[in-house]
């Protein structure tokens, strides 16, 4: 199995930073893309942004400038570094990762989610 573990979530004020991490372990071959979603308290989840094995990013047009996601191949994990944050960042992050279990076996899978709070 495989399991993915956010940390680095908490209160940050307006304009502040924060960056989290997500780390897969378990039966891991490889990892293909890799994303941050996150879900506001009413709200559908949003994707946040992605990233593939070689490093191509995209982001979602709300987080752009401001957000930056990188990735450590060899340590399986994902990064959000999230700049001037906004009262609307709040919300609980989520990574999301294409873990080839084999060469032939690929899952998605999901970690339990951070909690970003920005408030003044």
């Known amino acids: 199995q495989v399991q993915l573990v956010e940390s680095g979530g908490g209160l940050v004020q307006p304009g502040g930073s924060l960056r989290l991490s997500c780390v897969a372990s378990?039966?891991?071959?490889?990892?293909?893309?890799m994303a941050w979603y996150r879900q506001a308290p009413g709200k559908e989840r949003e994707l946040v942004a992605t990233?593939?094995?070689?490093?191509?990013?995209n982001y979602a047009d709300s987080v752009k400038g401001r957000f930056t996601i990188s990735r450590d191949n060899a340590k399986n994990t994902v990064y959000l570094q999230m700049n001037s944050l906004k009262a609307e960042d709040t919300a609980v992050y989520s990574c999301n990762a294409d873990v080839f279990t084999s060469p032939i076996i690929r899952g998605n899978y999901w970690g339990q989610g951070t909690q970003v709070t920005v408030s003044s």
């Open positions: 990233i593939t094995w070689g490093g191509g990013t």
């Open positions: 378990g039966k891991i071959l490889s990892i293909s893309a």
